[in-house]
Nanobody, 127 residues
Framework: QLRLVESGGGLVHPGGSLRLSCVTS????????MAWFRQAPGKEREGVAC????????MYANSVKGRFTISRKNAESTVYLHMDSLEAEDTGVYYC????????????????????WGQGTQVTVSS
C-alpha cells in the first residue's frame, strides 16, 4: 500500500506562488499515475492535475490550466504541484493521490479512480 505525505501549503497573497510536495513510501511510486485534488470549505473534492507514471503525460482541470504544473521525481518518490498566479478561489486543502490498482496512466480527474490518499495540506490565498 502506497503511503503519501503532503507538505508545502501555507498562506500566500493573490498572484503569489507555492510548491506542494508529496513524498511516498511503502510501495514503488514508479508504477502509479499520481494526482492532486483539492477541497474548499463547503465544496466537494475536485481533481486538479494528474501525471502518468513516467511523467510524460499530464492532465489539468480547466480552472488551473496554465497556472499549475504537476511533476514527479520517481527516484525521490516525490510528486510536486507548482502553483503560480494564485487566486482566492484556489484556497482549500490539497491532497495527493495514487491511481487505484497500480494503473500507470491518467484516465480523468475523478476521485473514484484513486485509491491511496494523503492527509492533505492547507493552502490559503488571501490579502
Amino acid at each position: 500500500q502506497l503511503r503519501l505525505v503532503e507538505s508545502g501549503g501555507g498562506l500566500v497573497h493573490p498572484g503569489g506562488s507555492l510548491r506542494l510536495s508529496c513524498v511516498t513510501s511503502g510501495a514503488i511510486m514508479d508504477y502509479y499515475a499520481m494526482a492532486w485534488f483539492r477541497q474548499a470549505p463547503g465544496k466537494e473534492r475536485e481533481g486538479v492535475a494528474c501525471i502518468n507514471s513516467s511523467g510524460a503525460n499530464t492532465m489539468y482541470a480547466n480552472s488551473v490550466k496554465g497556472r499549475f504544473t504537476i511533476s514527479r521525481k520517481n527516484a525521490e518518490s516525490t510528486v510536486y504541484l507548482h502553483m503560480d498566479s494564485l487566486e482566492a478561489e484556489d484556497t482549500g486543502v490539497y491532497y495527493c493521490a495514487a491511481r487505484a490498482g497500480r494503473m500507470h496512466y491518467c484516465s480523468g480527474l475523478g476521485s473514484t479512480d484513486f485509491g491511496s490518499w494523503g492527509q492533505g495540506t492547507q493552502v490559503t490565498v488571501s490579502s
